[in-house]
């Protein structure tokens, strides 16, 4: 696990190789065991490294015997043993036991097809010496990120974007488009970053870099084909069998492993097949919330408990408030993005709490995206229930949808939130069903909330839907949550806060070839009769009770809509006041003083919306002005002392 950055002059002209030690300093937190860059005419390519594998040998850049070759690599190979045998049966030599050094040797033997033998997360750059060729490429679903910068001189890339603020000429600015994106999903789908100028380079993406043109192709997509004459036995039988395969594989490491452990059925999942694959007792790590009621009702250790309990799993726990102020500027810094979704925190937290022990993590992340987890993909099985009721009876459930409460800090209120959304988008095309389900800013909202001239932005969802090829409606759904909602928000947040703590996490629940398996499914696999994660539930029946499996859906995050109305509220008054607002100049001032009264009202769940706008105005403070965590953090700490 490291940071990679460097560039390539397209004029020939020579890297300035002190630019790989700028870069590298700014992601430090990425790698704090090592570093090194390899600088060859036109082409610098730098990392920071987390030794995980090799500890002694691993050092990177990787060159092949000759020197032509050179390789950094952010991630993992999982399958790397099996490569390697392959390819020394094929001639090859390796000088290291490292999983990275499989890319040049792969690369040597296949070219640009290497990648489809890969199985693992990476971010990775192969400086070509011979052919002066540079190839950049992003792992299939996207669980490490590569920034890209370009202008007429030059291509640069890392695995964060503030390494590339480092380089002369690189400021930091907002994209406009990149900004209607994230009021619409709460984050900003790639290609663009909230930066102008700096792209996120696509999952299962690469880039190659040769004789001054640049060229970009897709090498790999979800499966659009749906296998339907295979029957639900089989399915959990194979489910299964991958399941365990995957969770085995991502179990190599010659550092302390752990596993995060919410008692939610992805996590105990992972838990359950390392302790199958393991001699010695899993350690495991999770998070829980006291104080107010709210609190507790996102407190789900005593599932996580019953699970360790199941699994005599190495158990800690840590019960927190946390001291948001403080932390919302310094993660944010980390993020190098805004996202509306509280999960960004309690990642931090039980992250920086897993490491005091161990370096590898393995997390549930995926299993919802993979299986149907949410409960928007319950929309078509209700839906055809509603759709047989007369006609005025939808319209006066319509109505009366759009006057109920919405929170999501106790369990009435959350079901009255869920209804009404429901009955809001139950009139709606399927695709714009969807969107309502996973909106942040409706259109019309965001288009109030913006002032006028404000430029259009991307269709990053009908983009997606235009690409997900399948008939099955499940299928289509879980396909643009692949392409859109997994990468640019779970993993992004996954990657910047485990490795805001120098810690590797590993999600193999979305090993590609279970993504794969997953994809082939019919929609009656995956959700029967209203049960979500049908197949995957009968798959791990062996392992988990009912009650684990069949306990209704939680989200990883925090009861942060009740805080912004209780304790953080002068925070909420100070970063979105009239004063504020109006000096940056994104947003009208009255429409965010509705939301606001809106959602202490309980009239809307405003947590997403609110913490979007919140998020976004810190986020400014640091990048747009160029202030450090520590300044916006006393002054935030200012507002709440008022």
């Known amino acids: 696990m490291c940071g990679i950055h460097g560039l390539i002059n397209f004029d020939g002209a020579p890297a300035d190789a002190a630019l790989m030690s700028a870069m590298g300093r700014v992601t430090v937190h990425r790698g704090p065991d090592d570093e090194g860059f390899h600088a060859d005419g036109p082409c610098a390519i730098g990392m920071r490294r987390l030794s995980i594998i090799d500890l002694a040998g691993g050092h990177q850049p990787i060159s092949n015997a000759e020197g032509t070759l050179w390789v950094v690599c952010n991630g993992e190979i999982y399958n790397f043993r099996e490569l390697r045998r392959e390819l020394e049966a094929a001639g090859h030599r390796f000088r290291t036991g490292s999983d990275t ?60 974007a503030k390494a590339l603020l480092a380089l002369p000429g690189v400021a930091a600015a907002i994209d406009p488009r990149a900004l209607r994106s994230y009021l619409d999903l709460g984050y900003v789908a790639a290609p663009r970053s909230m930066f102008h100028g700096i792209a996120k380079l696509p999952p299962a993406t690469m880039l190659a870099i040769e004789d001054g043109r640049v060229e970009e192709r897709r090498y790999w997509r979800i499966p659009a084909d749906t296998d339907r004459a295979t029957p639900e036995r089989e399915w959990v039988e194979r489910t299964r069998a991958r399941l365990g395969e995957a969770v085995r594989m991502q179990m190599v490491s010659d550092v302390p492993i ?110 919802d995206e993979l299986f149907g987890g949410y409960r928007r993909y319950l929309g078509n099985h209700y839906q055809s229930y509603f759709d047989r009721l007369p006609a005025w009876v939808r319209r006066a459930a319509a109505a009366v949808g759009g006057r109920l409460p919405s929170d999501r800090h106790s369990p009435l209120l959350n079901l009255s939130r869920l209804a009404k959304g429901f009955l809001e988008s139950a009139g709606l095309p399927f695709e714009e ?188 403070r640091l990048y747009l002005d160029g202030r450090s965590p520590g300044d916006v953090t006393d002054e935030l700490k200012g507002l709440l002392a008022k």
Not at 105 to 129: E, K, P, S, T
Not at 293 to 318: G, K, Q, S, W
Not at 470 to 488: C, H, I, K, Y
Not at 565 to 572: G, S
Request: aromatic share 8%; glycine share 8%.
């Open 101 to 160: 050094e499989t890319i040049v040797h792969g690369y040597a033997q296949w070219g640009d097809d290497f990648v489809h033998r890969l199985n693992g997360m990476y971010g990775f750059a192969l400086w070509d010496a011979r052919r002066r060729r540079l190839v950049v490429g992003r792992d299939r679903l996207g669980v490490k990120p590569v920034y890209v910068y370009r202008d007429a001189r030059r291509l640069a890339f890392s695995s964060e």
């Open 258 to 367: 752990g596993a995060f452990l919410s008692g939610g059925i992805d996590s105990s999942t992972v838990v359950g097949f390392m302790a199958a694959a393991s001699r010695e007792p899993i350690r495991t790590y999770a998070i829980g919330f006291k104080g107010t009621a709210a609190d507790e009702y996102y407190n789900e250790l005593p599932y996580a408990r019953r699970v360790a309990e199941i699994f005599h799993t190495e158990h800690h726990e840590i019960v927190v408030r946390p001291d948001v102020v403080s932390l919302l500027p310094r993660l944010a810094w980390h993020m190098d993005e805004p996202v509306s979704d509280t999960a960004f925190i309690t990642t931090f937290l039980v992250s920086e709490f897993a490491r005091r022990e161990v370096t590898v993590i393995l997390s549930g992340v995926g299993g």
């Open 433 to 620: 069903r969807y969107r309502a389900y996973v909106r942040v800013f409706g259109g019309d909202e965001g288009a109030r909330l913006l002032v006028e001239g404000a430029a259009a932005g991307p269709d990053p969802i009908a983009e997606a839907f235009g690409r997900a090829g399948s008939e099955d409606a499940l299928a289509r759904m879980l396909a643009v949550d692949a392409e859109t909602q997994l990468p640019d928000d779970l993993l992004l947040l996954t990657d910047k806060m485990s490795m805001a703590v120098s810690l590797e996490c590993r999600v193999p629940l979305l090993d590609h070839e279970l993504v794969e398996l997953a994809a082939r499914m019919p929609e009656g696999v995956k959700i029967r009769g209203g049960r979500l994660k049908h197949v995957m539930k009968e798959a791990v029946s062996h392992l988990l009770p009912r009650d684990i499996l069949e306990r209704k859906k939680r989200g990883f995050g925090t009861p942060m809509g009740a805080w912004l109305k209780e304790d953080l509220a002068p925070l909420v008054a100070g970063l979105l006041s009239e004063r504020v607002v109006a000096g940056r100049g994104l947003f009208r001032y009255p429409a965010v003083r509705d939301l606001v009264a809106a959602h202490e009202a309980n009239r809307v769940d405003g947590t997403d919306r609110l913490l979007s706008l919140i998020n976004l105005e810190v986020w400014s």
